[in-house]
C-alpha cells in the first residue's frame, strides 16, 4: 500500500536549520510530484510548494522562498525540506503529499530560544 | 493567487442534523477543487475531488457540489466520527491555495 512516512519531530533554537524528511512506499517515487503543506498550531493549511519527482525541479510558493529547500534522494523514494535560519513563526507541523492524494503523518517542529 | 474563502470558520451541529460547508473562489476553478477532513494531530484526508466525486472508502453520507463559484460539502446526516476539520484545495492553479478551514463540533 501506499505510505509517506516522515521524520521524527524537532525541536530547535531560532537561527539553527533542520531536514524533514518523507519516504515514500508502494508506488513509483518519479511517477508523482510531491507537495509540502505547513500547518501552524491551531491554524489551518498552507501550500508550501512542490518539487517534480523525475527531474528534481522544486517550485516554491511565494512566502517559502529563500530559507526553504525542497530536495530528493530518488534512489531512496525520499524527499526532504530543509529550513535554514529558524524563526519563531517556523514553530507548525509539515506535511509532505504526494499530489496531495497520500499525506505524510507530519513533522512537528518547535522553533524555541 | 486564487483565493478560497471558507465559511463558516466554525459550526456546531446535532448528531443527525444536515451541514454544508462552503468554500467561494475568487477566479474561475473549474471543478479542481478536493475536500478534506482533517481529524486533531492527524494528516487531512481527501473525501470529495474534482469538486463532486467521493474519495474511495468515503461513507455515501458526503457529497460534493458546485454553483458558480461556489462549491459545498453536504454531510447529509452527521454522526459523531464526522466532528472535525474541513478544508478546501483549489488545484486549478499554481500556488494551490486552501481554504481557512471550518471546525465541526458536536453541539
Known sequence: QIQLVQSGPELKKPGESVKISCKASGYTFTDYAMHWVKQAPGKGLKWMGW??????????????????????????????????????????????????????????????? | DIQMTQSPSSMSASLGDRVTITCQASQDIGNNLIWFQQKPGKSPRPMIYYATNLANGVPSRFSGSRSGSDYSLTISSLESEDMADYHCLQYKQYPRTFGGGTKLELK
Open chain 1, 51 to 113: 518539487i517534480n519527482t523525475y527531474t528534481g525541479k522544486p517550485t516554491y510558493a511565494d512566502d517559502f522562498k529563500g530559507r526553504f529547500v525542497f530536495s530528493l534522494e530518488a534512489s531512496a523514494s525520499t524527499a526532504n525540506l530543509q529550513i535554514s535560519n529558524l524563526k519563531n513563526e517556523d514553530t507548525a507541523t509539515y506535511f509532505c503529499a504526494r499530489v496531495l492524494d497520500y499525506w505524510g503523518q507530519g513533522v512537528m517542529v518547535t522553533v524555541s530560544s
